[in-house]
């Protein structure tokens, strides 16, 4: 055994197949069954993206009519549920509402394992339908705001953007590049590969328990900071940065102190993000249209951090999607702990897909561990 037998976090190890998508760092590419995640952003739903990731394909209109009809129908939570959220402190973090109310779901499941693939797209689709709600909610409830019901009348976008801000006048549900801005980062986020959260949801599904506990697994992986809660991060910082004249400084002396810059680097990626042109688009149109929230500012603060970084790493780090969904979401008026459970909204596509491929061709993940610790000794007495 040697150190480079021992492969740390698991970097440059083909742990399966996968035929969800594929990540090409060499052409800075990212497909989703074939197809380029930036075609999908402009061209498609957030709904047709989660029916290709689910099927593979991507629906006719009559395929996507039902679903979406069916999806509407799914919305609503039931009395317990809602009993449930609001009984959770309103100073924990959003995600833990989410991996609870997950539980709780999964408890009320009477399967106890999951039967078959069927079960498992039924949940996937009960899920793309509730979490805007569930987020919705807790987010009113901590502004301590009264529960808006979802509206079977508005696309999933528009339905979650109503269900936060309502539709008076400047809510973003009224503003359809608000409304379109939003449905891009949904479709960017949905499916990534083999990262840290949809690798939880795998390997929770291979000892064959169920996919309510593989979804809550991978809600809490991608709490962490260093994977989808980059996405707060990255907007704390700029909040703490507050001033564009200020940035390069304090980007500098994140440097100079070894620290990380949140929304910068990749696993994967060396050479920059695939799906960070289309976003950074997406947040500079959204600035530009909103000159009322003093967003330029942001851009220029973006602008000046991303040069910073390039020029002075000795690899050129690069932002990811966090980088430009973070401010993004703060133009929209989201608070900042509720961007990673907006980032659960669109990744409960990719996490379903991978549960789904799973558990259709299983071999349990169990890797080996290089021990370290002391050699064999006795128990005195022994
Ligand atoms: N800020 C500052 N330095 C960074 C950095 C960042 N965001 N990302 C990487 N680096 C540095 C590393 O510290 C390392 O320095 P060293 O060689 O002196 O030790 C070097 O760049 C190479 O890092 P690398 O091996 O490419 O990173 P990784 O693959 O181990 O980690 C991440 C990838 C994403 C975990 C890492 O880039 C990171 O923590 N980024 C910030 C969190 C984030 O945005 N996460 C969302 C990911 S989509």
């Known amino acids: 055994m040697t150190e480079q037998d021992v492969k740390k976090g698991l970097a440059g190890v083909y742990a399966d197949y996968t035929a969800i998508s594929k990540v090409n760092p060499e052409t800075n590419s990212l497909l989703y069954c074939g197809y380029p995640v930036h075609e999908l952003a402009e061209h498609c739903s957030f709904e047709e993206v989660a029916m290709l990731l689910w099927n593979g394909e991507l629906p006719t209109e009559e395929e996507l009519t039902e679903f979406q009809e069916s999806s509407k129908a799914r919305r609503g939570l039931d009395e ?3 009993k449930v959220i609001e009984a959770l402190p309103k100073d924990c973090h959003p995600m ?3 991996r609870t109310a997950v539980s709780f779901l999964g408890a009320n499941d009477p399967e106890k394992f999951t039967p078959n693939t069927d079960h498992i797209r039924e949940i996937a689709h009960d899920l793309l339908a509730k979490l805007p709600t569930i987020v919705a909610l ?3 409830r901590r502004r301590g705001e009264g529960y808006i019901e979802p509206d079977a009348d508005r696309g999933y976008s528009e339905n979650f953007l109503w269900m936060v801000f309502g539709d008076g006048e400047g ?3 009224t503003i359809p590049s608000d409304i379109e801005a939003f449905e891009k980062s949904m479709i960017l986020y949905a499916e990534h590969s083999f990262n840290a959260s949809t690798f939880a949801a795998r390997v929770i599904t291979s000892t064959q328990s169920d996919a309510w506990s593989a979804i809550a697994g991978a809600i809490g992986a ?3 900071p260093l994977h989808g809660g980059a996405n707060e991060f990255v907007m704390h910082n700029f909040v703490e940065v507050g001033e564009p004249e200020k940035t390069e400084e304090w980007t500098l002396n994140k440097l100079k102190n070894k620290e990380l810059v949140m929304g910068f680097g990749h696993r994967v990626y060396k050479k920059g993000d695939s799906r960070v042109p289309t976003m950074e688009k997406a947040f500079k149109k959204l600035a530009s249209e909103h000159p ?3 967003a330029q500012k942001w851009v220029e603060m973006y602008d000046i951090m991303a ?3 390039y020029e002075n790493t000795s690899i050129n780090i690069m932002p990811n999607l966090d980088f430009p969904a973070g401010p993004s979401y703060y133009i929209l008026g989201f608070e ?6 907006i980032f659960v909204m669109s990744r409960i596509t990719g996490w379903t897909a991978h549960i789904i491929e799973q558990y259709e061709n299983n071999s349990i993940i169990r890797p080996l561990a290089a021990y370290n610790g002391p050699a064999e000794r006795h128990v005195p007495g022994a």
């Not at 900042?336 to 459970?341: D, E, G, N, R, S």
């Open 138 to 140: 807790d987010i009113r």
């Open 307 to 309: 040069k910073t970084m």
């Open 171 to 173: 809510s973003p549900a």
């Open 292 to 294: 009322e929230k003093d």
């Open 222 to 224: 991608l709490k962490g």
């Open 80 to 82: 317990d549920l809602i």
């Open 336 to 341: 900042i702990p509720f961007f990673t459970p």
């Open 96 to 98: 833990d509402v989410l």
